[in-house]
C-alpha cells in the first residue's frame, strides 16, 4: 500500500488492515477468483503474477456536504397521485390530455400521461385539483405501460400552492 498519511491499525485477530486519513490512496488487495481477464471487477489493474489488485480509493470523509450532494436530485418527492392534464399547441391547434402523477415535488414530478412528446418538449402542466396550471418541460421520458408513458417533467416558476403541499 503508498501513502504517505497517518496510519490507523484496525483491530481483530490477524487483521493488517489499517485506517488512513488521507484524501485518496492506492492499496492492494486480493483478485477475484472467478476473473477471465487482467482486470479485476472493482476497476483496478490486476496482477496475475502476485494475485493482487490495485485502485485508487478516494476517502470522502473531509469532503465538503455541498460536493457530495451535487449530483442528488434537487429537492425532494413525495409519492402522491394527483390528476393532473397536459396541454400544448400543435399546428395551431389546442390539444388536452389527461392523467396522473406517481410523484410530485416543488420542481417537477412524473406522470402518466396516454400521450408521447419528445424530450424538450414545452408543455402546460395543469392540477386538476386546484385548477392551478403551470409551464413544464420535458426532461425525462420513461417506457410506455398501459395507462400512457412516464414523463418526468420540470415546473418552470410554479406557484407556492401548485401542489397544495408545503416541501
Not at 109 to 129: D, T, Y
Request: net charge neutral; charged share 20%.
Amino acid at each position: 500500500m503508498e501513502c504517505s498519511a497517518e496510519e490507523v491499525p484496525l483491530t481483530g485477530a490477524g487483521n493488517t488492515h489499517r485506517l488512513l486519513k488521507i484524501e485518496s490512496f492506492r492499496i492492494s488487495a486480493p483478485l477475484n477468483p472467478f476473473l477471465t481477464s487482467a482486470s479485476s471487477d472493482w476497476g483496478g489493474e490486476a496482477s496475475w503474477k502476485t494475485g493482487t489488485g490495485e485502485a485508487i480509493v478516494a476517502v470522502s470523509r473531509d469532503m465538503k456536504f455541498e460536493k457530495r450532494m451535487g449530483h442528488m436530485r434537487g429537492a425532494g418527492r413525495v409519492n402522491s397521485r394527483v390528476h393532473v392534464a397536459i396541454e400544448w399547441a400543435d399546428a395551431g391547434h389546442n390539444l388536452r390530455a389527461e392523467g396522473y402523477t406517481k410523484d410530485i415535488g416543488p420542481k417537477g414530478c412524473l406522470a402518466i400521461i396516454p400521450q408521447a412528446f419528445s424530450l424538450g418538449q414545452k408543455l402546460r402542466l395543469v392540477n386538476l385539483i386546484n385548477q392551478i396550471s403551470c409551464e413544464a418541460v420535458l426532461v425525462w421520458r420513461g417506457h410506455e405501460g398501459r395507462a400512457g408513458w412516464e414523463l418526468g417533467l420540470e415546473l418552470q416558476q410554479p406557484s407556492p400552492d401548485f401542489w397544495g403541499l408545503d416541501f
